[in-house]
């Protein structure tokens, strides 16, 4: 809140950014707490560093045709899609199955 008088529109979605951060990270703690899941953080930050890279690309893509832009966001749409997929580690895909399972189960 202290960002939103002093930097406007750009405070609050600096505020937001950092509230998002903050609660992923204690969600991961916390979660480690239940499940010991090994998540791969290079995966992560290849996502996190494809997704600033989209948004900088995205910025500069209103002053290109529109031909362009289509193929210029489809590039983007397919590497994220492409780089992103193999990050969801497939421990916890089985934990989650098993999770599903033992609720159903009781």
Excluded: D
């Amino acid at each position: 809140m202290a960002l939103i008088p002093h930097f406007g529109m750009n405070g609050a979605a600096l505020a937001l950014l950092l509230h998002v951060s903050l609660v992923a990270v204690f969600t991961y703690f916390l979660a480690q707490r239940v499940l010991q899941i090994g998540y791969s953080f290079r995966g992560t930050a290849r996502i996190v560093v494809l997704a600033m890279v989209a948004t900088f690309l995205a910025l500069l893509v209103p002053s290109m045709s529109l031909a362009l832009v289509f193929a210029v966001k489809l590039i983007i749409v397919t590497a994220f899609v492409w780089i992103a997929s193999p990050v969801v580690p497939s421990e916890a895909l089985r934990h989650l199955r098993q999770l599903c399972r033992s609720s159903y189960a009781s």
